[in-house]
Nanobody, 118 residues
Framework: QVQLVESGGGLVQPGGSLRLSCVAS????????MRWYRQAPGKQRELVAS?????????????VYTDSVKGRFTISRDNRKNTVYLQMNNLKPEDTAVYYC??????WGQGTQVTVSS
């Protein structure tokens, strides 16, 4: 049974930082394409960042970001910990959303709320 469990969300002021974690079980993380999505109230779910699998080291993977987070967010992985991270810096109010982790576009976590507000 595949499980993805996100954590690390919360309330932060504009300009602040958060690091989201997604712990995976029941899948081989090293060979999986992992993605972070977000969904703001009244909006469609959008892809935030992705990292490929199949690398030779525990941290390997090529990354892709949506334009609005480039230079502010960093996706990374630690295959030994079966965990994917999303480091979010210089957060803006428009980053407020529920953030979801996904494995191979098939499996999804329950989401973690990120609220950016003063």
């Amino acid at each position: 049974q595949v499980q993805l469990v996100e954590s690390g969300g919360g309330l932060v002021q504009p300009g602040g930082s958060l690091r989201l974690s997604c712990v995976a079980s029941g899948i081989i993380l090293s060979s999986s394409v992992m993605r972070w999505y977000r969904q703001a109230p009244g909006k469609q779910r959008e892809l935030v960042a992705s990292i490929s699998g199949g690398g030779s080291s525990r941290f390997d993977g090529s990354t892709v970001y949506t334009d609005s987070v480039k230079g502010r967010f960093t996706i990374s992985r630690d295959n030994r910990k079966n965990t994917v991270y999303l480091q979010m810096n210089n957060l803006k109010p428009e980053d407020t959303a529920v953030y979801y982790c996904s494995a191979n576009g098939v499996y999804w976590g329950q989401g973690t709320q990120v609220t950016v507000s003063s």
